[in-house]
């Protein structure tokens, strides 16, 4: 079963991924070095988008929840042992 990410996707990594993607098939079926460097650069960038984006997923979390902490128990662990209790 493969792990559930949470990832909130724009625009540029939908195309990133599909360029990745393209460019996988390509060098499949002709094993051609350019295409596949060209895909090594590809898969980089999408690791790296990816990573911003969830850190700027979890900076916007954190930020939420100093601002009211009540509101965003849910996305804490020990705001959800709180709600357990209840």
């Known amino acids: 079963m493969k792990k559930k990410i949470s990832i909130f996707f724009n625009k540029e990594l ?3 991924i599909h360029k990745k993607h393209r460019l ?7 094993r051609n070095k350019p295409v596949f460097k060209e895909y090594k650069k590809i898969r980089n960038k999408v690791k790296s988008v990816t990573v911003k984006l969830t850190q700027q997923e979890k900076c ?4 939420e ?3 009211n902490p009540l509101k965003n128990s849910g996305n804490t662990l020990t705001g959800t042992q ?5």
Do not use: G, H, V
Not at 60 to 63: C, D, E, F, K, T
């Open 82 to 86: 709180n709600q357990k209790q209840k």
């Open 14 to 16: 939908q195309q990133l």
């Open 65 to 67: 929840c100093k601002i």
């Open 60 to 63: 916007r979390i954190s930020m």
């Open 24 to 30: 996988w098939n390509r060098w499949i079926s002709s």
